[in-house]
């Protein structure tokens, strides 16, 4: 065992003795057999453990038992406990879905000098995790089920079924613990482990070995599927900023659009149905559809994708030319004659006798008004937007530079033409650039 360990390991990581390794320890058998085999084998590692407290005394035995293997070893040991049912409470979360997103925030924490974090999950964890995800609904993602390695986060113990791991534990004297909570068959993983496997295996005894077989094909299926879905997002997505914008006559006459749009929104946490939507029909340009994570608005011939924005802009005062050049770059210029204006949305001229404090950065209201520079007059800001199809997050982000309440600059999209500059009487003027930082 301790051979297909280090060889899974070299499979994983390359030269495992290259590196340091943080190990996830609950106490149970699975994490416990994992930590002897990185001991026997002469790694780098320390431990981690989570004190849920879901368990009474049971769940302080577990830590006393993993600090234990931790001073036998003469191992780092990180600990921490969660008053995890306090923390569920209103959070419209399972408690074994808080519990997970506890761990790994704080394993992210503490990562830091470890290079892997690995994990004790073992075949028949995966073969459960298939079968609640089929329960589910799911795509080829959810059959592959667990991967072997993610990024930084490893997991070993895949290569093993939790037979082997028993026989490994009892024939090597390894003291583990034993959640009791494993056979309250009302918790669905437990029904699956308990009831739905062993039926499954009176068709086919050999059913772990098989299913050990199918998902190593599946991994790799997955692999070439996202590959080549990759390659079709990329003809049809953009990045700008924080936007994703998703081009709608991209996706027309694809023969595989269902699919390609279920992808893109999935990587940002949309359900399926939202995916059927669009493309059953045409929602309108206004149209919004919001995940956990973000919110996805229709503009014409676009799906626009944003993180939802749960900062509120404070307005910024400004109240000499110190603090303006924090915020613009700015250039004080003389007259010679001749001004060579930029024709940039980004840039502001104004004359020195124009330019007074204090100023303000704000955000543009309904009502709000200016005299657009090269328009034919007062224009509302939101006629200006509309005019110009300036989509909705844009708007969102959008900031007035005013003056004694006066709208000077729509910054980045337009100057007021009160404050335009005259190149026969303007002596002394300022160019002020938007540098980004607000």
Not at 361 to 382: C, N
């Amino acid at each position: 065992m301790k051979k297909r360990f280090l060889e899974q390991m070299n499979h994983l990581v390359g030269d495992p003795y290259g590196h340091r390794y943080l190990l996830a320890v609950s106490g149970g058998g699975d994490s416990c057999v994992m930590a002897q085999l990185f001991c026997e084998s002469g790694l780098n590692f320390a431990l981690a453990h989570c004190n849920f407290h879901l368990r009474g005394e049971d769940s302080n035995q577990d830590m006393q038992l993993v600090q234990e293997l931790a001073k036998r070893w003469d191992v780092e040991i990180f600990v921490k406990e969660f008053d995890t049912l306090a923390l569920q409470k209103d959070s419209g979360k399972s408690v074994e879905m808080v519990a997970r997103e506890l761990r790994y925030a704080w394993f992210a924490e503490i990562m830091a000098n470890y290079d892997f974090l690995a994990t004790a999950h073992q075949t028949d964890d995966a073969l459960e995790t298939t079968l609640l995800n089929l329960c589910r609904g799911t795509g080829i993602k959810g059959l592959a089920s667990i991967p072997e390695r993610n990024g930084n986060i490893i997991r070993p113990m895949l290569v093993f079924s939790a037979e082997e791991i028993r026989n490994y534990a009892q024939s090597h004297n390894i003291a583990f613990a034993i959640d009791c909570t494993n056979d309250d068959e009302s918790i669905r993983r437990n029904k699956i482990r308990k009831s739905v496997i062993p039926l499954l295996a009176t068709q086919n005894p050999n059913l772990i070995h098989t299913y050990s077989h199918n998902r190593k094909i599946l991994q790799k299926q997955l692999a070439f599927y996202n590959y080549y879905i990759e390659k079709e997002k990329e003809k049809i997505v953009e990045k700008r900023d924080e936007t994703v914008i998703v081009h709608i006559d991209d996706l027309q006459g694809h023969p595989h659009r269902d699919l390609i749009v279920y992808e893109i929104l999935d990587g940002f946490d949309f359900p399926a149905d939202i995916a059927n939507e669009l493309c059953a029909r045409d929602p309108q340009t206004g149209t919004q559809y919001h995940s956990a994570t973000h919110t996805l608005l229709v503009n014409r011939r676009e799906y626009l994708i944003r993180p939802h924005d749960n900062e509120s802009f404070q307005p910024i005062t400004i109240r000499s030319m110190e603090e303006l050049q924090h915020y613009f770059t700015v250039e004080r210029l003389t007259n010679n004659g001749r001004i060579d204006f930029d024709r940039d949305n980004h840039t502001l001229y104004l004359a020195e006798n124009d330019l007074m404090f204090p100023m303000t950065i704000d955000t543009w209201q309904a009502g709000d008004y200016f005299y657009p520079l090269g328009g034919k007059g007062k224009q509302k800001v939101s006629d200006f937007f509309t005019d110009h199809k300036i989509d909705r997050f844009t708007k969102q982000q959008v900031r007035l530079l005013k003056m004694d309440e006066n709208i000077v600059w729509i910054i980045g999209h337009r100057s007021d033409q009160r404050y335009k500059i005259d190149p026969i009487k303007t002596q002394i003027y300022f160019k002020i650039q938007y540098n980004g930082l607000f």
